[in-house]
């Protein structure tokens, strides 16, 4: 399994180490490679789009001509997993401030998003997640963190804090408001695999 890692910005190390940590709590064999460029996006068997600033990362995207490249990856079923940033790129729509900021969405899911909904910076937190097909709460891990507001059609919540959605699939298509990569939790690394 080749495991890519969007390497514009943002949480890149953590989640290199998280899919290699999986990797290796699964007992496959796997690479686990840095995406910039085009002919690297096109050897992967699934992505990780991280967290960061999702303005930039959308620009960064169309700078290395892959963002239309992820759309049809997406489309066509390649398994895809955003976090943070990633999350509000993967939505179809992403309120007044994806607005205000022009920035650019994916829209691969079918679901709505505020980004920053949870507050700035010094308001990050953490809190323990109750998620679909996981027998144990999961340390949910928020900065700066986006909300899904909206799911619809083929999009499904599997996890909420406090009545609010922060994560959903849609097909191989994975949400996430919170940050996995930074707890030393590999479960949700491992779902997504599981995908592939």
Known sequence: MKIGVISVQGAVPEHLNACRAALDDMGKRG???TVRHLDQLRSVD??????????????????FGLFDEIIKMGSEGTPI????AGCVLLAKEGGEQAERTSTELLGLMDMAVDRNAFGRQRESFESPLTIAGLDEPFPGVFIRAPLI???????????????QAVMARQGDLLALSFHPELTGDARLHRMFFDMV
């Open 81 to 84: 997993m955003g976090t943070c």
């Open 46 to 63: 699934c992505l990780v789009i991280p967290g960061g600033e999702s303005t930039t990362i959308s620009k960064l995207l169309r700078k």
């Open 31 to 33: 690479e686990v490679l």
């Open 149 to 163: 507001t909206k799911a619809w059609g083929g999009c499904h919540v599997l996890s909420v804090y406090k009545d």
